[in-house]
């Protein structure tokens, strides 16, 4: 579309300064003629742009001259306005700079897009939040984040997943939100990059230490490593079940969306309705309780030992209840 062009053409100009009509005309896609041509346009609109012809010729807007057109397209504009993320904006401290930026931003786009911006506020809505989770308590975020953003050391006193008490003096690199709970990437001091749970932070202090982050350090690309390492490491005890018809619901509810990909690509179905999958799990004892709630619409096949720790644990309820 040529409306498209010229905001293009101006964010162009603005961005770069001079630029030749050949040079616009590959940046648009479009011969020098349509490039001349459009010039023409803006200039008649009011957009102080010339063209001077010759070696150290090219097109240019005039000097301090800028608009307050954004140049965005209807999809991206979209797409900026799905960015917002309330609670996590909410545990930063940034949700009213977040209003205010958005508000700005409404102010300065084309009417037709605020339409647009308009419409993605009320049909879309992201929740970060995970179903039935009790919110972590994370008093030390606004410091953690701090300490990230002015590059200063953090000491810490930390509870491990084990229970174990550690005091840690650590470089933070960053912060990431995984679902809503929060974890701090840092470095202990000729060590590589670990992640803590903030909300098992029990102490924390802002030292006047600095430390020099990595200019290589991709934050996302080490979350991405890590959790996939970890995701590993924690299914390590293979578990083979017979899901029955009523049972695929309840058990995707309970361990995810993966479970309905397995049932599907399963080999055979039984005369029941029923087929047989594996999972894994963390440990006998993890597979036990996120199992013992699927009463009789899922049947443990194998290893045995969890079979066995079933069978243990139903006595133990029988007794209690008796």
Known sequence: MRADRLIAMLMLLQAHGRMTAQELSERLEVSPRT??????????????????????????????????????????VRALFMFTVPNLLTDLGANKASEAAMLKLTASL???????????????????????????PIPYLSLLQDAVWQERRVRMEYRRGDGRWVKRLVDPYGLVAKTSVW??????YGGMPMVYRVSR??????????????????????????????????????????????GVTALTHQLGEGVMQLVLA????????????????????????????MGTAVQILAPDSLRRHMVNHAKLLLTLYD
């Open 35 to 76: 490039v001349y041509r459009d010039l023409d346009a803006l200039s008649a609109s009011g957009v102080p742009v010339y063209a001077e012809r010759g070696p150290n010729g090219g097109c240019e807007l005039l000097e301090r001259y800028r608009t307050n057109l954004t140049g965005l397209t209807e999809s991206e």
């Open 110 to 136: 084309p009417a037709p897009f605020r339409k647009d911006a308009d419409e993605v506020r009320a049909k879309l809505h992201l929740d970060a939040a995970g179903w039935f989770q009790v919110k972590d």
């Open 183 to 188: 974890y701090l990437v840092g470095l202990i």
């Open 201 to 246: 932070i029990q102490s924390a202090e802002l030292t006047e230490s600095r430390f020099v982050r990595p200019a290589a350090f991709d934050l996302a690309a080490f979350w991405q490593e890590w959790r996939e390492k970890f995701e590993q490491e924690q299914a390590v005890f293979p578990v083979t079940l017979r899901v029955h018809p009523e």
């Open 266 to 293: 399963a080999e055979s179905m039984a005369q029941d309705g029923s087929v047989v999958i594996e999972l894994k799990f963390a440990s006998v004892e993890d597979a036990c309780q996120k199992l013992a709630g």
